[in-house]
């Protein structure tokens, strides 16, 4: 184990993922200002619709941010997947309706992001966009509207532009960006939010290693993370970062609490770890408890672990007394704290694997960090 962790401190992936504190940290002040100016912005402008737009892992933000926001009234919040958008854009015809087109990517370079651009500047020009993006000379970055509609960008600190395989600190940093610019209701300043998040992560950081100590030596044959609401998007996240790193060697699974009974329970067996991310609404953690429950009572040979921030039910326990219970409440803010748990798990489990944590795939050419060389037809 001790081995392990030394091997893993010299990698690009290990330090991405301790350094996550430190960025928002740094970020919390300058982040509070933008996303201001941007929240005004985006009050004069008044979208009817938002859609959340990314690849992979940065079009699971939006389903975070989706499911979260949609409490808002008068306003419709969508995730379109660049992948499903360049695709089919027949699927989202044009409307009357004042749209808002949020795109993320670490990179901002992937074919699927420019061809979505380029869709949009053709079709889509009364759009507006707000660009989230890691990399300050990507075409999302770079890149002036074309049309009608108005744009804003937010390129975030360079430590965000991971460079290992997987998306760690520019996933949690792109996510909670956007909640800054787009919670009308905050747990708090924004400042403080991420301040508080960071001091909190460093605290789960640190004692994760000794949490997880009999799961981190040997990956299993197949893991699971389930999560309602806003957290169905950090399972999803979560599973997709096992999978990535392991390189298919453990298989994943993600889906809702409720959603899990309707079949793809099959997957079980006894090498399974399942990771149910309990919800801080006491109505909704009924159901994530009682699958937990029940899948400790049907398969006993496997492993189930409830993570949660505040609840004293879970087995790991994300919240602290100093933190502040406004946000260990809040789903979508907290999520990040969650992602932690999966992003340990993958990095250890690569690791014991004998795999190139920063870069799984390496050698074989089937896999790589950033998507290109995607055949894109006009449309």
């Known amino acids: ?3 392990i962790i030394e091997n893993l401190r010299s990698c690009h992936t290990y330090k991405e993922v301790q350094a996550q504190p430190q960025i928002w940290r740094k970020w919390a002040t300058e982040i509070d200002g933008i996303s201001s100016d941007i929240g005004n912005w985006i009050i004069a402008r008044n979208p009817q619709e938002i859609w959340f737009c990314g690849a992979g892992t940065s079009a699971f933000i939006g389903d975070t941010l989706s499911a979260y926001l949609s409490k808002d009234k008068g306003r419709i919040y969508r995730t379109v997947s660049t992948t499903d ?3 089919s854009p027949h699927n989202f015809p044009q409307t009357d309706r004042k749209i808002l087109v949020v795109s993320f990517g670490r990179s901002g370079a992937s074919s699927e992001t420019i061809a979505m651009l380029d869709i949009l500047d053709q079709h889509y020009g009364d759009a507006d966009r707000l660009n989230i993006t890691c990399d300050a000379s990507s075409p999302l970055a770079t890149r002036v509207v074309i049309g009608t509609g108005q744009q804003q960008t937010i390129v975030l600190p360079a430590e965000t532009l991971d460079k290992g395989f997987a998306m760690t600190s520019s996933y949690t940093t792109m996510l ?3 909640l800054a610019c787009l919670d009308q209701q905050p747990p708090g300043k924004i400042s403080d939010i991420f301040t508080q998040l960071a001091d909190q992560s460093s605290k789960i950081l640190a004692n994760l290693p000794n949490q997880l100590a009999d799961k981190l030596s040997k990956s299993p044959k197949r893991c699971i993370f389930l999560g309602s609401g806003s957290l169905k998007g950090t399972a999803r996240e979560s599973a997709l970062k096992i999978l990535e790193l392991t390189a298919g060697q453990t298989v994943t699974q993600w889906d809702s609490s409720l959603g899990f009974r309707h079949g793809p329970k099959a997957i079980i067996d006894a090498d399974t770890q399942i ?3 309990v919800s801080n609404d006491e109505y909704t953690q009924k159901y994530d408890l009682d699958i937990a429950k029940e899948i400790k ?5 496997a492993t189930v672990i409830t993570v949660g921030m505040t609840s004293s039910d879970v087995d790991i326990r994300l919240g602290g007394s100093d933190f502040s219970s406004d946000i260990a409440k809040n789903d979508a803010w907290s999520s990040v704290l969650y992602i932690l ?3 340990t798990l993958c990095m250890h489990w690569s690791a014991a694997l004998g795999l190139n ?9 089937n896999l790589t960090r950033v998507v290109t060389g995607v055949t894109i037809y006009p449309f």
Request: charged letters at 5%; zero cysteines.
């Open 275 to 277: 990771y149910v991310l």
């Open 176 to 178: 909670l960006s956007a």
């Open 297 to 301: 009572q049907q398969y006993e040979q």
């Open 341 to 343: 748990i999966a992003q």
């Open 357 to 365: 944590v920063d870069n799984p795939f390496a050698g074989q050419g």
């Open 1 to 3: 184990m001790n081995n």
């Open 85 to 87: 958008f360049v695709a």
